[in-house]
T-cell receptor
Framework: QKEVEQDPGPLSVPEGAIVSLNCTYSNSAFQYFMWYRQYSRKGPELLMYTYSSGNKEDGRFTAQVDKSSKYISLFIRDSQPSDSATYLCAMSEVGSGDKLTFGTGTRLAVRP | ETGVTQSPTHLIKTRGQQVTLRCSSQSGHNTVSWYQQALGQGPQFIFQYYREEENGRGNFPPRFSGLQFPNYSSELNVNALELDDSALYLC????????????FGPGTRLLVL
């Protein structure tokens, strides 16, 4: 079993839809949670960064962490065709330096 | 743009050869991490360097090695290339060890034939 599980999709939605992306994990030592966006043939770009449980909002993006359920989510409101990319969740432990453990990524396509 | 650059962008090698990939960190960052991303997978941690010393290693064999230089640029070396080494190699830089925010470069795509 992988430490981080993420539905690979692909996920296809119409423009303007609300998108929900999710990851589950098994390592209870994870304390830092991130979402990266990766366009084709590019490196991952940091979207959201949260510590421990709770919600964080940034524009159209909301990240949620539920440590009791070992479940994290990213919501995208009013999705745009430019949001079409692969979304990667990533996590790390306190004291692990910056070693990130990633999910496999979810491919998202937003149809005009 | 993150300010992290990598070279070359693409590379083709044959099995058994050796390869060196290069990374220039974002200004002010003294920590660099290298990741391997196979097609359709998330990046996997190879190792990290902090102030020229290795600071953690993932589940990769010793034929994967690295260097970090005083200007914080970095190299990833892979010896005795295998077909399964074909992947996108990403470097990420961050500030002082312990901060979790990493900024990734565009990657080097390696194909081993």
């Amino acid at each position: 079993q992988k430490e981080v599980e993420q539905d690979p999709g692909p996920l296809s939605v119409p423009e303007g839809a609300i998108v929900s992306l999710n990851c589950t994990y098994s390592n209870s030592a994870f304390q830092y949670f991130m979402w990266y966006r990766q366009y084709s043939r590019k490196g991952p770009e940091l979207l959201m960064y949260t510590y421990s449980s709770g919600n964080k909002e940034d524009g159209r993006f909301t990240a949620q962490v539920d440590k009791s359920s070992k479940y994290i989510s990213l919501f995208i409101r009013d999705s745009q065709p430019s949001d079409s990319a692969t979304y990667l969740c990533a996590m790390s432990e306190v004291g692990s330096g910056d070693k990130l453990t990633f999910g496999t990524g979810t491919r998202l396509a937003v149809r005009p | 743009e993150t300010g992290v650059t990598q070279s070359p962008t693409h590379l083709i090698k044959t099995r058994g050869q050796q390869v060196t990939l290069r990374c220039s960190s974002q200004s002010g960052h003294n920590t660099v991490s290298w990741y391997q991303q196979a097609l359709g997978q998330g990046p996997q941690f190879i190792f990290q360097y902090y102030r020229e010393e290795e600071n953690g290693r993932g589940n990769f064999p010793p034929r994967f090695s690295g260097l970090q230089f005083p200007n914080y640029s970095s190299e990833l070396n892979v010896n005795a290339l295998e077909l399964d080494d074909s992947a996108l190699y990403l470097c990420a830089s961050s500030g002082d060890r312990g901060r979790e925010t990493q900024y990734f470069g565009p990657g080097t795509r390696l194909l081993v034939l």
